[in-house]
């Protein structure tokens, strides 16, 4: 079920990328601010909703419930720990005293000879 729903979040995600990328800008009907003929339209200014606004909302609508979804099921995933799998009773030792250290050297039997 995870991995659909990555898989369809990951289309969504670069579908709504390509659909906003292909809209016009709002500086293009700068013409109609001024008394261009596009100002007296039926539906404003703006126009009608085109098809790639409807996809943008389509798109945002999909993303935003497969993040939910993704977001509840990775928070109902049951979770492993160190800390949670650790035995109830854990016997901690002091350590013993270190051992001396070793006094022996090791010192050369005879001295190197020049040659």
Known sequence: ???LLVIIHVIVCVALIMIV???TG????IGAAFGG?????LFGTSGA??????ATTVAAVVFMLTSLSLAYLTSQRPSSSVVTEAPAAVETKAPDAAPAPAATESK???PA???
């Open 26 to 29: 709002k500086g293009a009907d």
């Open 37 to 41: 003929g596009a100002s007296n339209t």
């Open 113 to 115: 000879k020049s040659q």
């Open 49 to 54: 909703s085109t098809f790639l606004s409807k």
């Open 21 to 23: 990328l292909l809209q």
């Open 108 to 110: 050369p039997d005879a």
């Open 1 to 3: 079920m995870t991995v």
